[in-house]
């Protein structure tokens, strides 16, 4: 028997003429009603710590330069006083892989609270919902507006809707685009017109997705277009934590005056005020069951409390719960599945940060000419190679070469470079090895690069040494 929990789609379907079914409902618009209560306080307290991350990291500096910069041109990331090179974009693998897991983990025990809560699809609607209800008003009064002919009035308070929208979009796209060309300068740039043309073709880009998508797509965006909401109901078991409404309490739902014997009548909790379905950012009706339009973000628990606390009934007829839960049985927190989530999630962090600690902070890169071999002066048979040094620390340092791996091989070029701290220096060097010490055709050597001031940084490179055919 599966224990995953059946997911359904109540979302009411457009049923054209032709009799075939249509993939995608025609769209109502929702008009949501603002609503107050821990989980509304929660995410904005999560909210601002996020958006303070965001609009925030961007303006930290860090030795004299911006603390989180992705260069594309140089093809280097700064994050403070680490610098990675494409060389380590392997460790970006890891962390999304740990992204992913953490994902999973966090799915499988609380749902979908990455919805509800953090995703930036959601904090960005919430404030322009936020907007809307500044210069628009409640529910009520923006249905009315939207019903109304055009005055002075609307057309005032839907232009300073979209001014608002346009300008925190604007903010976004422009800090965005901050963490790779830096802030400070483009900030100057693009209001005195210095800034190039692909800066202002990705700040409007930007600009303009986030006011699409927290203004106009919303909740289409988390129905339509997010894979995530695809795969929830695979991850979900029946002690994972949903948002649920509890039926046995609230069933036979209706209206009745505050007070009277409700029971006797043959009613539940629920009054039917529909209070719930007016704050849900998807236009859900949560009593129908989970669905996958629901995002977890518990508007719904707060307006039922509210309700509930005005008739005098215990709180909780809309609540986090689970499956098990609710067919009165027992949760198990600890389960095969979260148990494995978590321990590869674990083993993946170590392996992580033990790579990140123990990443080498000199990179080196050798290439070998394409000219297979020559004889020098000496009558020794010598291969050319370039050298790329890159000193991924944040100070200045002076690095000696070597090589090994020939009897008698020796090296030619400069044999001590120094790098500054984050830059990448290119120079020749030659190997040279006596004939009758060449063991075959191709030989494989080692360039080896040790720093003078640290004895912890040192590297090597392997490169082949190519000699005559031997008879
Ligand atoms: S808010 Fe609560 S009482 Fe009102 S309709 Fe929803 S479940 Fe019923
Ligand atoms: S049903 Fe409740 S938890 Fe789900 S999206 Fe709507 S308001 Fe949020």
């Given at each position: 028997?599966?224990?995953?929990?059946?997911?359904?789609?109540?979302?009411?379907?457009?049923?054209?003429?032709?009799?075939?079914?249509?993939?995608?409902?025609?769209?109502?618009?929702?008009?949501?009603?603002?609503?107050?209560?821990?989980?509304?306080?929660?995410?904005?307290?999560?909210?601002?710590?996020?958006?303070?991350?965001?609009?925030?990291?961007?303006?930290?500096?860090?030795?004299?330069?911006?603390?989180?910069?992705?260069?594309?041109?140089?093809?280097?990331?700064?994050?403070?006083?680490?610098?990675?090179?494409?060389?380590?974009?392997?460790?970006?693998?890891?962390?999304?892989?740990t992204c992913a897991y953490g994902l999973f983990f966090i799915t499988v025990f609380a749902g979908r609270v990455w919805c509800g809560y953090t995703c930036p699809q959601s904090v960005w609607t919430w404030i322009f919902m936020w907007c809307e209800k500044i210069t628009e008003g409640d529910r009520n009064q923006r249905m009315k507006l939207d019903k109304a002919p055009m005055s002075v009035?609307?057309?005032?308070?839907?232009?300073?809707?979209?001014?608002?929208?346009?300008?925190?979009?604007?903010?976004?796209?422009?800090?965005?685009?901050?963490?790779?060309?830096?802030?400070?300068?483009?900030?100057?740039?693009l209001f005195?017109?210095?800034?190039?043309g692909w800066a202002y073709f990705w700040v409007a880009f930007f600009t303009l997705?986030?006011?699409?998508?927290?203004?106009?797509?919303?909740?289409?965006?988390?129905?339509?277009?997010?894979?995530?909401?695809?795969?929830?109901?695979?991850?979900?078991?029946?002690?994972?934590?949903?948002?649920?409404?509890?039926?046995?309490?609230?069933?036979?739902?209706?209206?009745?005056?505050?007070?009277?014997?409700?029971?006797?009548?043959g009613l539940g909790d629920c009054i039917d005020c529909t209070?719930?379905?007016?704050?849900?950012?998807?236009?859900?009706?949560?009593?129908d069951g989970l669905q996958i339009e629901c995002i977890g973000c518990a508007a719904c628990i707060d307006a039922c409390d509210g309700i509930m606390d005005k008739m005098g009934y215990p709180r909780g007829l809309i609540s986090y719960t689970t499956e098990h839960n609710l067919s009165g049985q027992k949760t198990h927190l600890l389960r095969p599945r979260l148990i494995g989530y978590a321990t590869a999630l674990l083993l993946i962090i170590a392996t992580l940060t033990t790579a990140v600690i123990t990443r080498p902070l000199a990179g080196f890169d050798v290439s070998?000419?394409?000219?297979?071999?020559?004889?020098?002066?000496?009558?020794w048979i010598e291969n050319v190679y370039s050298l790329k040094i890159?000193?991924?620390?944040?100070?200045?340092?002076?690095?000696?070469?070597?090589?090994?791996?020939?009897?008698?091989?020796?090296?030619?070029?400069?044999?001590?470079?120094?790098?500054a701290a984050g830059e990448i220096v290119t120079l020749p060097a030659q190997l040279s090895v006596a004939p009758e010490k060449l063991p075959s055709t191709t030989n494989e050597v080692f360039f080896t690069l040790q720093s003078t001031d640290d004895p912890d940084i040192k590297v090597e490179a392997k490169t082949r040494f190519i000699g005559p055919r031997l008879n």
């Open positions: 028997m599966s224990k995953q929990i059946p997911v359904q789609d109540v979302t009411p379907q457009a049923k054209p003429a032709t009799g075939n079914v249509d993939l995608y409902a025609s769209r109502e618009k929702i008009y949501t009603r603002s609503f107050t209560g821990f989980y509304r306080n929660l995410r904005r307290f999560g909210g601002a710590i996020l958006f303070l991350l965001y609009f925030g990291t961007v303006w930290l500096t860090w030795n004299g330069r911006q603390a989180v910069w992705w260069d594309l041109p140089e093809r280097k990331f700064f994050i403070f006083g680490a610098t990675f090179w494409p060389q380590d974009f392997i460790l970006l693998s890891g962390i999304l892989i009035n609307k057309f005032l308070r839907k232009f300073a809707k979209h001014a608002l929208w346009i300008l925190i979009g604007f903010v976004t796209g422009l800090t965005f685009v901050g963490y790779f060309s830096p802030i400070r300068e483009l900030v100057i740039d005195t017109g210095e800034a190039s997705a986030t006011y699409g998508n927290a203004g106009w797509l919303r909740e289409q965006v988390c129905i339509y277009m997010c894979p995530y909401a695809r795969f929830q109901s695979v991850m979900f078991d029946k002690d994972t934590l949903i948002v649920s409404y509890d039926p046995r309490r609230g069933e036979k739902r209706g209206p009745r005056k505050k007070g009277v014997d409700y029971r006797a009548q209070m719930c379905v007016q704050v849900c950012p998807t236009g859900i009706d949560i009593r070998k000419d394409r000219v297979l071999f020559r004889e020098n002066s000496q009558g890159m000193n991924k620390d944040q100070r200045d340092h002076t690095y000696v070469i070597g090589a090994y791996g020939l009897d008698g091989i020796q090296l030619g070029g400069k044999q001590e470079v120094q790098v």
